[in-house]
């Protein structure tokens, strides 16, 4: 079946500019997250949704990052007034979560941020 | 904080060979599960194994296995007769309920 998706794979911007990132889970997937992946490094947890409930946004590094999810599926992450250290990839990854936290998480190819 | 270490940012094996690549982890949390991630060049994050820290047998999955030594908080990824497609970033993760962490990575180098 299908994997996640995300879009674009490559972004180049302009410093002070918006982006949007956009994932498709797995269809079904109840939980959906985002990472950053800065060049040569391990991944760092942005947000996280889980079904209806509020999403757990502790790892978003500013107030310019944000995201949503509409109905459940697809996820936009937002950057506003990009900033040249928000240059990194990004990846969203999809679970089909279980109580007691026995997901697994299925990453997307990541969309590479540039910001000139 | 719940923190994720791998040691070793290179390793290097002969192809045919073994590995051993290694991750300890901090947490206060008795149920977690621990997990390795291969990422090749492509940037496509690939699940390589899992352990649930309630079992204590090591999981396998043909080639992979590990070492989970709880008590010690080690969780620890051999790789068997190395193959040229083993070369990769690989991340050593832990997941609670509310949690998930990432260690910093191991580029593995498998020579022919």
């Known amino acids: 079946g299908a994997g996640v998706s995300q879009s674009p794979s490559n972004k180049v911007t302009e410093k002070g500019k918006d982006v949007e990132l956009r994932c498709d889970p797995i269809?079904?997937?109840?939980?959906l997250y985002w990472y950053r992946q800065s060049l040569g490094q391990g991944l760092e947890f942005l947000i996280y949704?889980?079904?209806?409930?509020?999403?757990?946004k502790s790892g978003l590094p500013s107030d310019r990052f944000s995201a949503e999810r509409t109905g459940g599926s697809v996820s936009t992450l937002t950057i506003q007034r990009t900033q040249q250290e928000d240059s990194a990839v990004y990846l969203c990854?999809?679970?089909?979560?279980?109580?007691?936290?026995?997901?697994?998480?299925?990453f997307g190819p990541g969309t590479r941020l540039t910001v000139l | 904080a719940q923190t994720v270490t791998q040691s070793q940012p290179e390793m290097s094996v002969q192809e045919a060979e073994t590995v051993t690549l290694s991750c300890t982890y901090d947490?206060?949390?008795?149920?977690?599960?621990l997990f390795w991630y291969k990422q090749p060049p492509s940037r496509q994050m690939i699940l390589v194994i899992r352990?649930?820290?309630?079992?204590?047998q090591n999981a396998t999955e043909n080639r992979f296995s590990v070492n989970f030594q709880k008590a010690a908080k080690s969780f620890s990824l051999k790789i068997s007769d190395s193959q040229l497609g083993d070369a990769a970033m690989y991340f050593c993760?832990?997941?609670?309920?509310?949690?998930?962490?990432f260690g910093a990575g191991t580029r593995l180098t498998v020579k022919p």
């Open positions: 990854a999809s679970s089909l979560w279980v109580a007691g936290g026995t997901d697994t998480q299925y």
């Open positions: 352990q649930e820290a309630y079992k204590q």
């Open positions: 269809s079904g997937h109840t939980a």
């Open positions: 949704f889980q079904g209806n409930s509020a999403p757990d």
């Open positions: 993760a832990y997941r609670t309920l509310n949690d998930m962490r």
């Open positions: 947490t206060s949390e008795s149920d977690y599960y």
